[in-house]
Structure formats: C-alpha cells, structure tokens
C-alpha cells in the first residue's frame, strides 16, 4: 500500500503541474486568438469598404480572398484555443479521477489502521 501511496502522490503533482501549465498556456491562446480574430475582422471590413464591387455577395467574396491569410490564422488560432479548453477539462477530469483513488486509498489504510 506505500508503494500505492507514492505513486498516486507523484501522479497528483504530475497531473496538477500539467494542468497549472495548460491553463497558463490556455490564457496565451484566448490573448493570442482574440488578437488574430481583431486583425481579420478589421481587414474584412477594410476590404469591404474599398470595394468597387456591386453586390454584397460580390464584395463580401472578394473580402475573403483579401483577408484569406488573416482569415486562415484567426481560424487556427481559435481552434487552438478550442483543443486547450478540452485538454484542460480532460486533465481536470483525471486530476479527479486521481484524488478519488487517494480518498480510496486513504479509507482502506485508515480501516487497516495502516498510516498514509
């Protein structure tokens, strides 16, 4: 049971530590995201308003192809931001799993009148 007892302690600080980190790094990402989406919504309406095109399906297709990399970036920017959301919720999830099993552990060494 010590050997139970080191190793879901050492799994808590690695889960924890790995979560301290996504959610440091998962700040970076909404800042970094919210800046790119910020720069494409402007390009957008910039070419918008330079345009000589007469319909709106016109300008706005003429917007995209204007703004494709600025599109492109704020897209993936999001969609890193997305993953990190769920890679904290999924090591939050273990994190949990994780303490369930110490509290598991900790009745039965408390039942066998073993210490923790």
Do not use: G, H, P
Not at 25 to 53: F, G, I, M, P, T
């Amino acid at each position: 049971m010590a050997d139970d007892a080191a190793r879901i302690t050492k799994e808590l600080a690695d889960c924890s530590e790995r979560l301290t980190l996504a959610i440091e790094e998962y700040a970076d990402s909404c800042r970094e995201a919210a800046n790119k989406r910020s720069d494409y919504d402007v390009a957008w309406a910039k070419s918008l308003l330079k345009s000589q095109l007469k319909t709106v399906a016109e300008r706005e297709s003429e917007a995209v192809i204007v703004c494709e990399s600025a599109m492109r970036d704020a897209r993936i920017a999001e969609s890193m931001r997305d993953a990190l959301r769920e890679r904290i919720r999924a090591l939050s999830a273990i994190l949990n799993s994780i303490q369930t099993r110490a509290s598991f552990l900790k009745e039965e060494m408390r039942l066998t009148d073993r210490r923790y």
